[in-house]
């Protein structure tokens, strides 16, 4: 084992937030260095599925000293793209990378922290908790009721329909997940029902623009942390229901519906092999539409007032959605009409190795807009962390400025 060393900082997780903070730190003139668990990127080439694309525009993949360079800013990069992308930065940067050192622990310690790796021990001052905030997935604990022959997979897990049964599938989860991974398994000859609670429904395009484009020039995107009523709540708000394709095609629940996929409300429970599901599916569909028209409003207002109706496309609102009669409420999982379960349920960031007092009664990382409440502790990559776009990759501009400030000034203060 390797004696212990010793940096300022110590950044756990080489993706983009881990990067983009080395590029402001290195401009600060603090030492520091990056612990990476796999390669760069880790998470983006290792747990995405075969046809994933990022919900956001190439025009808009950007990061501290570093944009997309390509001839198709309006396309939408490949989790193959992006591990290129992000390896081409952190070579420009010259981050002082780790990679294939797993954190085991990060403790209190004189005057800072100790982190302990499976390569070593580091001192530091400072920590930034770049890790991810999708490490595990997010699955119900009554998942474990599920018949034996019924397989589950989560979307770390899934690659591609080919892995699973042949016979129908269940997708729990409405949000941009679940309702690309129904449309790729009902095309590949599975019967897929998707389950289905409070979602965000927007069009990939609006007025002839993508949909980020209006939502960065209202400024929707740049709404902090401490402007809104409720942060825990909004921290909770699923992501949009959007996929990037080259047509820039919207996929909602009524376009899954037109192509076969059968809708069911919000699993709720499954006793004895039977799945019961809420009768709040036309109420959350409803209120996904109010909310959409609500944007759309804005959009359009803030078209009038700029003047610029004349060099985008006339307005055109989606139809709202169809929500079937008299859904069941129920689906016996013990028939074998249903192979599989996909647990398109959300993630959660793992901070089992995180030995610090930090964590609320629901275990949550007590912190105020990324900055800990430890000294010296920051955390990277939250939805919503410090403004509504801090999940997507642009997020770490504004972002890692913020922290990077706060972390020099309290390494300018007295020890």
Known sequence: ?????????VIVGGGHNGLAM?????????????????????????????????LTPNWQTRVPGQEYAGDDPNGFMTGTQLVEFL?????????????????????????????STDQGTWRCRCVVLASGACNLPSVPAFSTAMPSDVESVDPLEYRNPEQLPDGGVLIVGGAATGVQLAQEIHASGRPVTLSVGEHVRLPRTYRGRDIQHWMAAIGRLDERYDEVEDILKARKVASPQLVGTPERRTLDLNELTARGVQL?????????????????????????DQKLNRLLDDIDEWI?????????APSERSDPTRVPENAPLMLDLKRGEVRS????????????????????????LRHDGGVVDAPGVYYLGATFLRRR???????????????????????????
């Open 304 to 312: 009038a007032n700029e003047g610029v109706d004349g060099e985008v």
């Open 1 to 9: 084992m390797r004696p212990d060393r010793s940096a300022t900082t």
């Open 389 to 415: 776009k801090s999940s997507f990759i642009h997020g770490s501009l504004d972002d890692t400025e913020d922290l990077a400030n706060h972390l020099a000034g309290y390494l300018a203060g007295p020890l």
């Open 264 to 288: 069911r409300g919000r699993l709720g429970v499954v006793r004895d092999g039977v799945a019961m599901f809420s009768g709040g599916l036309r109420n959350h569909c409803l209120l996904a």
């Open 87 to 115: 390896e081409n930065y952190a070579g420009a940067v010259g981050a002082p990378i780790h990679e294939g050192t797993t954190v085991t622990a990060i403790a209190p310690a004189d005057e800072g922290y100790e982190v």
């Open 22 to 54: 080395s590029k402001r730190l290195s401009e600060r003139g603090i030492d520091h260095v990056v612990l990476e668990r796999g390669a760069v990127a880790n998470s983006w080439r290792s747990q995405r599925w075969d046809s994933f694309t990022l």
């Open 341 to 364: 379960v996909v647990w398109a349920t959300g993630f959660r960031p793992d901070f089992s190795w995180l030995e610090l007092p930090v964590f609320d009664s629901a275990g949550r």
